[in-house]
T-cell receptor
């Protein structure tokens, strides 16, 4: 049973436009959410996170939104840049040390 | 800074062989974990450890063993390799602070079982 789902395997966006990556979860005990970015042949790197007590967290071009009632979070990248092209994973934790990851969305930003 | 170091980076095994993927971290992190990444499946947790002497199963533990005799090392053992274990394996460690925001991943180990 996939507790964290990213239903869009890929997304293509023009440079300068907004990229919106979505993530849904089923476990209502999750209270901390994160986004990781992964380039080919490298390990995932932490991008941004949000606690369940908040509904928005912003860091530069990256903003994460959390809708607890819908069990949905999204990552907005504005403006998108070619260097943002990577696979993005959302992950969730339920106050334990385990991080559960989604299946990933491959973002391609074209000129 | 070494961070999280995984070895080997690439390995080809025959079905039935055993091997150990090594993972070491030099950040004195208590929490360490192993994930595998497969197409369309994302990163799935195999085993994790919250400290020396303590290990627990993740989402897909079958066919793998782990041990945590020291804080620094967290090896992953494949007891009898199967083609279904062909994957990319990532070791990760986490220090203190809020859950996950200081988790560090190794560069990955590419394993092929033929």
């Amino acid at each position: 049973d996939q507790q964290v789902k990213q239903n869009s395997p890929s997304l293509s966006v023009q440079e300068g436009r907004i990229s919106i990556l979505n993530c849904d979860y089923t476990n209502s005990m999750f209270d901390y959410f994160l986004w990781y970015k992964k380039y080919p042949a490298e390990g995932p790197t932490f991008l941004i996170s949000i606690s369940s007590i908040k509904d928005k967290n912003e860091d530069g071009r990256f903003t994460v939104f959390l809708n607890k009632s819908a069990k949905h979070l999204s990552l907005h990248i504005v403006p998108s840049q070619p260097g943002d092209s990577a696979v993005y994973f959302c992950a969730a934790s339920a106050s334990t040390d385990k991080l559960i990851f989604g299946t990933g969305t491959r973002l391609q930003v074209f000129p | 800074n070494a961070g999280v170091t995984q070895t080997p980076k690439f390995q080809v095994l025959k079905t039935g062989q055993s091997m150990t993927l090594q993972c070491a971290q030099d950040m004195n992190h208590e929490y360490m974990s192993w994930y595998r990444q497969d197409p369309g499946m994302g990163l799935r947790l195999i085993h994790y450890s919250v400290g020396a002497g303590i290990t627990d199963q993740g989402e897909v533990p079958n066919g793998y063993n782990v041990s945590r005799s020291t804080t620094e090392d967290f090896p992953l053992r494949l007891l009898s390799a199967a083609p279904s274990q062909t994957s990319v394996y990532f070791c990760a460690s986490r220090g203190g602070g809020e859950a996950g925001n200081t988790i560090y991943f190794g560069e990955g180990s590419w394993l092929t079982v033929v």
